[in-house]
């Protein structure tokens, strides 16, 4: 019965996104005007965080940018600079330290100002069939990929309620939606950043913070260096 049923699931949904993208081939989607909003992207010291943060920038975005690695930060700032925009800045986060993310949030809310757009991008993998994965390297992937989205949340979602005005955004994965093998700390890490992502959605229409949006990205395979 259950197999009739999400079959039938499948296919109504299907048909749904299907008409749903045949009418914004025609009626183009109105794209959210991020022109003096603060975003904060984790990971933006190099692969997918790096380009999120030059094209936020580019869009006029007070930009960010979040990493462990700091010649990757540099980098990043420099190549946003060097196109002309100067409101970019950069700390040093390890985001899997939770007293870490508390503490450069408060920088940040001293230093730059209320976030309104967080862009939890930060992530790890480590590759390794399960039985031959460390504990110490699963336990850090879990720190990075769902833990700091806990913090990071717990740091900035307050301002954002407070000013009905803000967007949370969760990069998670394909790997997030269907087990992978040889990745199954990833791919259990990634399914509870988006569970945990569409709770805290339904937490804030619940209490009517209609201003507040939310956005769960799960990309396929990339080139990023993980």
Not at 2 to 21: A, C, K, M, P
Not at 97 to 121: F, H, M, P, S, W
Request: charge should be neutral.
């Amino acid at each position: 019965m259950n197999f009739y049923l999400e079959t039938l699931q499948f296919i109504v949904l299907f048909v749904y996104y299907f008409l749903e993208w045949l009418v914004f081939l025609v009626v183009p989607r109105r794209k959210k005007n991020v022109s003096g909003e603060i975003v904060l992207i984790t990971g933006a010291g190099s692969g997918l965080g790096r380009q999120l943060s030059l094209k936020f920038a580019r869009l006029g975005a007070i930009v960010v940018l979040w990493d462990i690695n700091e010649e990757g930060l540099k980098e990043t700032k420099q190549l946003i600079t060097e196109e002309g925009t100067a409101r970019v800045h950069y700390y040093i986060c390890d985001c899997s330290k939770r007293q870490d993310v508390y503490r450069v949030a408060d920088r940040v809310k001293k230093e730059v100002g209320d976030v309104t757009i967080l862009i939890n991008n930060a992530g790890i993998v480590t590759g390794k069939r399960f039985l031959d994965c460390p504990d110490s390297l699963m336990e850090k992937t879990l720190e990075v990929n769902i833990m700091a989205h806990f913090w990071t949340y717990k740091a900035f979602l307050p301002a954002m309620m407070a000013s009905n005005h803000g967007h949370l955004v969760c990069v998670s994965s394909m790997a997030g939606q269907t087990g992978i093998s040889y990745i199954a700390d990833y791919c259990a890490s990634k399914f509870a950043a988006i569970g945990f992502a569409e709770s805290v959605n339904l937490e804030i229409r619940d209490m009517g913070k209609t201003g507040v949006k939310t956005t769960i990205v799960c990309p396929s395979a990339m080139n990023t260096g993980l």
